[in-house]
């Protein structure tokens, strides 16, 4: 590097400014770093960021309507919905042309699949139209034809659903999500009988809580009385906490129905003891005691192993000096030990409570009809029923809550306290 005086630049020993020559080097410096870092981030990219985004967009996605039938798309924007007549006889000419294109690339059956989601009724009407669609004089006229096919086709509400729905953007699939629906009079509740929804979202919410409270109150002490032992002795007894890892979910589901059902292992041996009578077999499977029971056996670990990794840190010295200050056994855990475990409680109960929060082969298995989950009617949706946009936008709503917990629960704990070792 060469000298320098005031006013002069500084330089580099080949005469390139020092500043620049520095940039350069920073800028190299933070490219080789990205691209030590750029596997990760492709991976995080396409194996979570980009699901959840397409998850996002499948939530409000509508294109189906404009691309079957674009042309009744665009003269329908013109037809007043509240006037209680139905379209005019341009509306049923654009119907007819776009009919005919979708019926010979077989898209309105699925127009009247995603449609019949909104309206009970519109699939059947799509198909059987489309039976008829080439038996129809092209030469119009076609609203008389189409009255013909079929006398939904003179109901306004038919045509008030193919126009709210004509916008590439819906926001039905969330409508559904809260048990509500569109309809010419704007945003309503569905029937009380058709609410599933929300109640399943409340029954999600409140079982996990009762899992996750009782992985907390089996695993604390198991996780003590491993802290407490020497290594050598809680090591071996870790080998049984970590076990159920080492076995399929499944088989352990399907073990717990065995185990619950009325004439299963544990109803016999409280008949055997005598502490039940054989009419009175207690009813443990198909029900929310079923779920809470074989959840919480198999979340228990993810409880116990935060908790243990913590109180491993504390040292006993401080409870015998509070024993010494004249506090009892229960005064010294209570203000001593507990306080300092406080941080494993937090990271067992979230990690559970996420766990519980999206199961669903284990509700689905032991739970019956009061037992399951919203997760299970997601994966309804997304393998049964195909209805991808609402199973997306009740994921989305699931995503929501678990936030919302985060955030509160960092307002009262602070996600800084939690710990997993």
Known sequence: MSDTTDGQVLTTQDGKPLKAALANALRREKLRSLMLIAPLLIFVLITFVAPIADMLFRSVENGIVADTLPKTVVVLKEWDSGSGETPDEEVYAALYDDLVVAVDNKT??????????????????????GRRIKRMDEAGPFKDQFLAADKKWGDVETWQVLQRYSPRLTPGYFLNSFDAHQTAEGIELKPADQRIYMFLFGRTLFLSIVITVSCLLLGYPIAYLLAALPLRTSNLL???????????????????????????????????????GDASRLVMINNQTGTIIAMTHILLPFMILPLYSVMKTISPSYVRAAKSLGANDWTAFWRVYFPQSVPGIGAGAVLVFILSIGYYITPELVGGTSGIFISNRIAYHISSSLNWGLAAALGTLLLVAVLMLFIVYDRIVGIDNVKLG
């Open 238 to 276: 870790m080998i049984l906490v970590l076990l159920p890892f080492w076995t399929s979910l499944l088989v352990r589901t399907s073990a717990w129905k065995v185990l619950l059902q009325q004439q299963g292992v544990i109803n016999d041996f409280l008949v055997w003891t005598g502490l039940i």
């Open 108 to 129: 309105h059956t699925r127009l009247g699949s995603r449609l019949n989601y909104e309206e009970s009724g519109i699939s059947s009407l799509f198909r059987k139209t």
